[in-house]
């Protein structure tokens, strides 16, 4: 018995060897090398490919080879000539090493300001190709200078690809929640009134920390003040939807019993110290019968216009209420304002690209006139930044538009470190979760990004893009089709372009991966390495010695 089993496995055996020796995989290989006079397999290998970036196609290639597909040569040449001599890279390691070994002047002075900047949806594949889309892919992003760099853990309590309520809950309270939830510990569920309620589920973010040590507090978004990652900085909330008190009805709540996120903003115990609110949301604030300059009418349900409430908490202070650009520059930061709120959209501010120059301030702009309010007020401040709508630019797979966005965030954290001083200003730089973007291909050195890889063709022998997505809305347009759309067909650069995903969704999801902190300033150092995201507001809050925890001003040296 045991001999028949052995022949029967031996006959397999055979069979098996002679079906790959037969198949036309293994035929195509073998009529490849007899065509070029040598071993394919050392020739060609399809994980490190080198020959059809620089070789045409032979002429009788059979149509679908994986990996083959070849474009026109092309000659791969360093941007300039300097490249070509080792000198040059050896110079630039040096520079760089030099740079490094100041690293062991540890600054550990107390931080009299803190300025933290969220680039939402920042992931790191975001970075790398916005040097690229600035022109060049050795170009360093203002905050990439910054001396100390170390990667954050984005996960919810109870999600392993976070939102930007769960994460705004860690790296401002430093407590990871559960997702959609923000202000709250774990032990509130998404939606749960009562739990929103119940003090005990409540934690309070470096704001209020910053505050109860006597610091001025403020902040900017490009998206509406009430949207997710501002929230954290003054609300509790079950819901990040909750932002007017309709959305709460919606759900089957009572708004006097949970009270909405622009409410808190106003009325609120951390809402209603801030001497600086800037960004988008008229909408949030005014009642269903009320619109607003843009003619678009109000979300409130109750009636209750909270401009004007927030009019009438500083009408004895120095304040101003502004809703473009033109009214931001003419108000006097430098001498007479005290509190500023800036709603200067509707819903969220306009990508930059599509922008009324006279109507939107720029983030830099805003970020400025904050550093105006803030800067007057000798005990120090921390003033919370986020360019918001990189998110929104990954999420419509238009990656012209998170790209930009990037541009615009790098160009206010330039801003910021020139009008502060590294000796008494620390300035943290980061994403509160990342995206399904890669960038990807083995194109030539400068290839715009957006378009074509330039070296390459998919075994559909169409081109494809260096930018793609794991899921979105560029799925229809680009796959679901008799054949896969051809690239070089269309505008690749136009705005509303959806780049191409591999799995269709309305709206691309967010990516689980790690994302970098970027930190200069006293106490820097302790933002390197690899941490959970929540540990974020307990390192600021040590190096401003603010909060119940350990600070630099408790612990001896």
Same mark, same amino acid.
């Given at each position: 018995?045991?001999t028949?089993?052995?022949?029967?496995?031996?006959?397999?055996?055979?069979v098996s060897v002679g079906?790959?020796l037969?198949?036309?995989?293994?035929?195509?290989?073998?009529?490849?090398?007899d065509?070029?006079?040598?071993?394919?397999?050392?020739?060609?290998?399809?994980?490190?490919?080198q020959?059809f970036?620089?070789?045409?196609?032979?002429?009788n290639?059979?149509?679908?080879?994986?990996?083959?597909a070849?474009?026109?040569?092309?000659?791969?040449?360093?941007?300039?000539?300097?490249e070509?001599?080792?000198?040059?890279?050896?110079?630039?390691?040096?520079?760089?090493?030099?740079?490094?070994?100041?690293?062991?002047?540890?600054n550990r002075?107390?931080?009299k300001?803190?300025?933290?900047?969220?680039?939402?949806?920042?992931?790191i594949?975001?970075?790398?190709?916005?040097r690229v889309y600035?022109?060049?892919?050795?170009?360093?992003?203002?905050?990439?200078?910054f001396?100390?760099?170390?990667?954050?853990k984005?996960?919810c309590?109870?999600?392993?690809?976070?939102?930007?309520?769960?994460?705004?809950t860690?790296?401002?309270?430093?407590?990871?929640?559960?997702?959609?939830?923000?202000?709250?510990?774990?032990?509130?569920?998404?939606?749960?009134?009562?739990a929103?309620?119940?003090t005990?589920?409540?934690?309070?973010?470096?704001?209020k920390?910053?505050q109860?040590?006597?610091?001025?507090?403020?902040?900017?978004t490009?998206t509406?003040?009430?949207?997710?990652?501002?929230?954290?900085?003054?609300?509790?909330t079950?819901n990040?939807?909750w932002?007017?008190?309709?959305a709460?009805?919606?759900d089957?709540?009572?708004?006097?019993?949970?009270q909405?996120?622009?409410?808190?903003?106003?009325?609120?115990e951390?809402?209603r110290?801030?001497?600086?609110?800037?960004?988008?949301?008229?909408?949030e604030f *005014?009642? !269903?019968? @009320?619109?607003?300059? &843009? #003619?678009?009418?109000?979300?409130?349900?109750? =009636?209750?216009?909270?401009i004007? %409430?927030?009019?009438?908490?500083?009408s004895?202070?120095r304040s101003?209420?502004?809703?473009?650009?033109?009214?931001?520059?003419?108000?006097?930061?430098?001498?007479?304002?005290?509190?500023?709120?800036?709603?200067?959209?509707?819903?969220?501010l306009?990508?930059?690209?599509?922008?009324?120059e006279?109507?939107q301030?720029?983030l830099?702009?805003?970020?400025?006139?904050? *550093?105006? !309010?803030? @800067?007057r007020?000798? &005990? #120090?401040?921390?003033?919370?930044?986020?360019? =918001?709508?990189?998110d929104?630019g %990954?999420h419509?797979?238009?990656?012209?538009?998170?790209?930009d966005?990037?541009?615009?965030?790098?160009?206010?954290?330039?801003?910021?470190?020139?009008r502060?001083?590294?000796d008494n200003?620390?300035i943290?730089?980061?994403?509160d979760?990342?995206?399904?973007?890669?960038?990807?291909?083995?194109s030539?050195?400068?290839?715009?990004?957006?378009g074509?890889?330039?070296?390459?063709?998919?075994?559909d022998?169409?081109?494809y893009?260096?930018?793609?997505?794991?899921?979105?809305?560029?799925?229809?347009r680009?796959?679901?089709?008799?054949?896969?759309?051809?690239?070089?067909?269309v505008?690749?650069?136009?705005?509303?372009?959806?780049?191409?995903?591999t799995?269709?969704?309305?709206?691309?999801?967010h990516?689980?991966?790690?994302?970098?902190?970027?930190?200069?300033?006293?106490?820097?150092?302790l933002?390197?390495?690899?941490?959970?995201?929540h540990?974020?507001?307990?390192a600021?809050?040590?190096?401003?010695?603010?909060?119940?925890?350990?600070?630099a001003?408790?612990?001896?040296?």
């Open positions: 018995m045991a028949m089993v052995n022949v029967l496995r031996a006959c397999l055996f055979l079906l790959v037969t198949s036309p995989v293994a035929s195509r290989h073998r009529q490849e090398a065509d070029t006079g040598a071993d394919t397999e050392a020739e060609y290998d399809p994980m490190h490919p020959r970036l620089f070789e045409p196609a032979p002429p290639r059979s149509k679908r080879s994986p990996g083959k070849s474009m026109p040569k092309l000659r791969f040449e360093p941007p300039s000539a300097v070509h001599h080792a000198q040059y890279w050896h110079n630039i390691a040096q520079d760089t090493l030099d740079r490094q070994l100041h690293k062991d002047r540890l002075k107390v931080a300001n803190v300025i933290m900047f969220l680039g939402d949806g920042l992931s594949p975001t970075l790398a190709a916005t600035l022109g060049d892919e050795a170009t360093e992003l203002s905050f990439e200078r001396p100390y760099v170390g990667l954050s984005t996960y309590a109870n999600v392993q690809v976070a939102d930007s309520a769960c994460t705004a860690a790296y401002l309270a430093g407590v990871k929640a559960n997702y959609g939830t923000i202000g709250l510990s774990a032990a509130a569920a998404l939606g749960d009134c009562s929103q309620n119940d005990a589920n409540h934690v309070h973010s470096i704001a920390w910053a109860d040590a006597g610091l001025s507090t403020g902040f900017v490009t509406e003040v009430t949207n997710a990652s501002p929230a954290g900085m003054y609300a509790h079950a990040r939807n932002e007017h008190s309709g709460i009805e919606r089957g709540h009572d708004p006097t019993v949970c909405d996120i622009a409410t808190q903003l106003i009325h609120g951390v809402g110290k801030m001497r600086v609110i800037m960004g988008g949301g008229r909408r *005014l009642p !269903v019968h @009320e619109a607003d300059i &843009e #003619g678009i009418p109000g979300r409130r349900t109750d =009636g209750t216009d909270l004007k %409430h927030w009019q009438h908490h500083h004895r202070h101003a209420y502004v809703q473009n650009r033109v009214q931001l520059l003419e108000t006097r930061t430098e001498q007479e304002t005290d509190y500023l709120l800036g709603l200067f959209a509707s819903k969220h306009a990508y930059h690209l599509d922008a009324d006279q109507q301030p720029t830099s702009e805003m970020v400025s006139k904050a *550093l105006d !309010v803030l @800067e007020h000798g &005990e #120090g401040y921390f003033l919370f930044v986020e360019g =918001g709508r990189i929104h %990954h419509y797979t238009q990656p012209i538009r998170a790209f966005e990037t541009v615009e965030f790098a160009k206010a954290i330039e801003m910021a470190r020139s502060t001083s590294p200003t620390l943290v730089v980061t994403a979760h990342s995206h399904t973007m890669t960038m990807s291909g083995y030539s050195r400068k290839n715009d990004i957006l074509v890889n330039n070296g390459q063709q998919a075994d022998e169409l081109p893009a260096t930018i793609s997505y794991a899921n979105g809305p560029g799925y229809d680009n796959v679901q089709r008799d054949a896969r759309l051809d690239l070089s067909a505008d690749m650069r136009d705005k509303s372009f959806a780049f191409p995903t799995v269709p969704l309305g709206l691309e999801t990516g689980g991966d790690d994302v970098a902190v970027f930190a200069d300033g006293p106490w820097a150092h933002f390197s390495g690899t941490y959970e995201q540990f974020l507001p307990h600021m809050a040590y190096a401003a010695c603010i909060g119940s925890g350990r600070t001003c408790s612990t001896e040296s």
